[in-house]
């Protein structure tokens, strides 16, 4: 079996390199599944993380934006990865996101079970607000 650390080193590479996120996604669930990986973390708050991911769940569910949003975060610090889950309007998500790349994956199951994912970017601008781009091909 392969290391922790090399999974998400794998995962890592994937999301970079990825133009469609399903395996992306997969190897995500994979590594959720091992109770070594769960165990390694630790509940934390992410102000702009939240308002990051609550933005790209609530542009997933509806163009509105107009629906509650929880988040919860989980990081791992041993490992560089920061995931957790969402819950959208009442649309269940996860995401995970890496730090040293300001870069992550955020995944909603919608209606009928589909489930739309966005590959996210962070860029520090002169506002709070969290802004999500428009008009950009990572949304799926």
């Known amino acids: 079996m392969k290391s922790l650390r090399r999974r998400v080193t794998e995962l890592r590479t994937m999301l970079q390199a990825a133009d469609d996120f399903s395996p992306v996604l997969n190897a995500?669930?994979?590594?959720?599944?091992?109770?070594?990986f769960m165990g390694m973390g630790r509940?934390?708050?992410?102000?702009?993380?939240?308002?990051?991911?609550?933005?790209a769940g609530t542009q997933m569910v509806t163009a509105a934006g107009a629906v509650p949003v929880e988040v919860m975060i989980i990081r791992v610090s041993e490992l560089?990865?920061?995931?957790?889950?969402?819950?959208?309007?009442?649309?269940?998500?996860?995401?995970?996101?890496?730090?040293?790349?300001?870069?992550?994956?955020?995944?909603?199951?919608?209606?009928?079970?589909?489930?739309?994912?966005?590959?996210?970017?962070?860029?520090?601008?002169?506002?709070?607000?969290?802004?999500?781009?428009?008009?950009n091909d990572t949304v799926h």
């Open 28 to 36: 995500f669930f994979d590594l959720v599944e091992d109770e070594g």
């Open 80 to 135: 560089g990865i920061t995931h957790g889950m969402l819950n959208v309007g009442g649309h269940p998500g996860g995401f995970f996101y890496f730090a040293s790349l300001d870069q992550g994956l955020a995944s909603v199951t919608l209606a009928g079970g589909t489930t739309a994912m966005a590959r996210f970017t962070v860029k520090a601008l002169d506002s709070d607000t969290p802004v999500l781009v428009a008009g």
């Open 43 to 55: 509940r934390v708050r992410d102000p702009k993380l939240e308002g990051i991911v609550a933005r």
